[in-house]
């Protein structure tokens, strides 16, 4: 059984860096395409940022491009998510996700999904 857990959020000010983890287990991690997506009060979940199993290829959302990195750390089963100078609409329940097909990863079309782990900026 293939396990998602996300750590890392928490109260923030405007301004400040958080650094958010997710480990999986259950299979071989350096097999699955990770993401992370976010979803507000009231709105859908959207795509935050991406990495392929090899890492060799990362993607964003424009509007945390340039604030926001994806990176992973096979040996370790854990991808993160370092966010710098985060703003009040950043706030949201983050959610890791994980896929072994190939294809866009920007879409929801994942096959785990982790319970979230929730980032409040204030302003």
């Known amino acids: 059984q293939v396990q998602v857990v996300e750590s890392g959020g928490g109260l923030v000010q405007a301004g400040g860096s958080l650094r958010l983890s997710c480990t999986v287990s259950?299979?071989?991690?350096?097999?699955?395409?990770m993401a992370w997506f976010r979803q507000a009060p009231g709105k859908e979940r959207e795509f935050v940022a991406a990495?392929?199993?090899?890492?060799?290829?990362?993607y964003y959302a424009d509007s945390v491009k340039g604030r926001f990195t994806i990176s992973r750390h096979n040996a370790k089963n854990t991808v993160y998510l370092q966010m710098n100078s985060l703003k009040p609409e950043d706030t949201a329940a983050y959610y890791c996700?994980?896929?072994?097909?190939?294809?866009?990863?920007?879409?929801?079309?994942?096959?785990?999904w982790g319970q979230g782990t929730q980032v409040t900026v204030s302003s």
């Open positions: 996700a994980a896929r072994n097909t190939l294809g866009v990863l920007t879409t929801t079309n994942y096959d785990y």
């Open positions: 259950g299979r071989t991690f350096s097999s699955y395409n």
């Open positions: 990495i392929r199993r090899s890492g060799g290829s990362t």
